[in-house]
């Protein structure tokens, strides 16, 4: 193997610990990075086991803490955002809950489309006829008052908006876009999710009128941001004919949110919680790690405060739905923290 050529002066060390071994590093010419990756080293060492850094270098400690979860815990802008939905115009943005992806979404709507889109949320009672289109009841002169017509949804509003202002592009952000079956609301407009295919149209059962009558296709400018919260067990799996027509992007929990804008308190809660997830977590359950917004508290007096009322029960949640049973001790070692004092 490649790793192994790489470290052959190190043979006899790895075959007597290779099994053993979790994390490696090879010094080099750099001082600096030696020194810090041996003080990260000898500072999870000794956490493990119950010993901290004394008062007068725990600066150097939070710092290269703060640096390892910026790493594990990357930005997400909407520069990658738009350059996606440029490229594959099918885009659904993924995170735990508090991480700002609405948000995100809704900044984008206004700042790089300029307003041109609109936002639709999505709930159990979504259906195909909400979405793509379907008879919906409208006034009528005749004897019961009303009569069935063929009403556009809110697919087909967004590509003929879409189309009408042309070549500007186009948003249509869908909220919680897994808290309904796609599946079934796209029906056989599925078909027309197909990046590299703007030209596909698909037959409609009623004439909708002007511009698309009874075939739907849509236009090239028109690009679709999905939104998913990927905490929530209760809501509907993307299956994998959706998520093939999607690219998918993750916003995780931003450390330098919190830094940046978060009193002392909050900022010290954030990298407890996240270290918790980062030593406890397996992957599936690393995706239920609180988002940032949990942690922006100004006022040094009413953090705990905040925690408490806004934090605690999204973790006692998790606790009561069994989400954090491997690691729900020390979840409840936090709770007990932060509702002291």
């Given at each position: 193997m490649p790793a192994l050529k790489t470290w052959a002066g190190y043979k006899s060390m790895t075959d007597r610990y290779g099994k053993e071994i979790y994390a490696v590093y090879r010094p080099n010419e750099n001082r600096n990075a030696t020194e810090?990756?041996?003080a990260a080293f000898l500072d999870l060492l000794f956490e493990e086991r119950g010993f901290f850094p004394l008062s007068a270098f725990k600066g150097q400690s939070d710092e290269l803490r703060a640096s390892w979860f910026k790493k594990l815990l990357p930005p997400l802008d909407e520069t990658r955002v738009l350059r996606l939905l440029d490229e594959r115009r099918f885009v659904i943005v993924q995170g735990p809950p508090g991480t700002g992806k609405t948000h995100l979404a809704t900044r984008m709507l206004r700042d790089c489309y300029l307003g041109n889109g609109q936002t639709v949320q999505f709930h159990p009672n979504t259906t195909y006829e909400t979405f793509i289109g379907g008879l919906a009841p409208a006034a009528s002169s005749d004897a019961i008052g009303f009569r069935f017509e063929p009403k556009p949804g809110f697919l087909m509003h967004a590509s003929a908006e879409a189309r009408r202002i042309a070549p500007a592009k186009y948003l249509l952000h869908i909220?919680?876009?897994?808290?309904?079956?796609?599946?079934?609301?796209?029906?056989?407009?599925?078909?027309?999710?197909?990046?590299?295919?703007?030209?596909?149209?698909?037959?409609?059962?009623?004439?909708f009128g002007e511009p698309f009558r009874s075939q739907l296709q849509l236009p090239e400018n028109l690009?679709?941001?999905?939104?998913?919260?990927?905490?929530?067990?209760?809501?509907?799996?993307?299956?994998?004919?959706?998520?093939?027509?999607?690219?998918?992007?993750?916003?995780?929990?931003?450390?330098?949110?919190?830094?940046?804008?978060?009193?002392?308190?909050?900022?010290?809660?954030?990298?407890?919680?996240?270290?918790?997830?980062?030593?406890?977590?397996?992957?599936?359950?690393?995706?239920?790690?609180?988002?940032?917004?949990?942690?922006?508290?100004?006022?040094?007096?009413?953090?705990?405060?905040?925690l408490r009322v806004s934090l605690a029960p999204l973790l006692e949640e998790y606790l009561a739905q069994g989400y954090v049973g491997g690691f729900a001790e020390p979840i409840r070692g936090f709770l007990q923290g932060i509702a002291a004092h």
């Open positions: 810090s990756a041996l909220d919680e876009i897994n808290r309904a079956d796609l599946g079934k609301i796209l029906g056989e407009a599925i078909f027309l999710l197909e990046p590299g295919d703007p030209t596909r149209k698909i037959n409609l059962a009623y004439d690009h679709i941001l999905g939104t998913m919260n990927t905490s929530d067990r209760s809501i509907a799996i993307l299956d994998v004919a959706v998520r093939r027509r999607f690219a998918f992007l993750t916003l995780m929990p931003q450390f330098s949110v919190v830094e940046k804008l978060a009193c002392p308190t909050m900022q010290q809660a954030f990298r407890d919680l996240v270290s918790i997830f980062v030593e406890h977590a397996p992957d599936d359950a690393f995706n239920l790690m609180p988002g940032h917004s949990y942690f922006l508290e100004k006022d040094e007096t009413k953090a705990k405060e905040s």
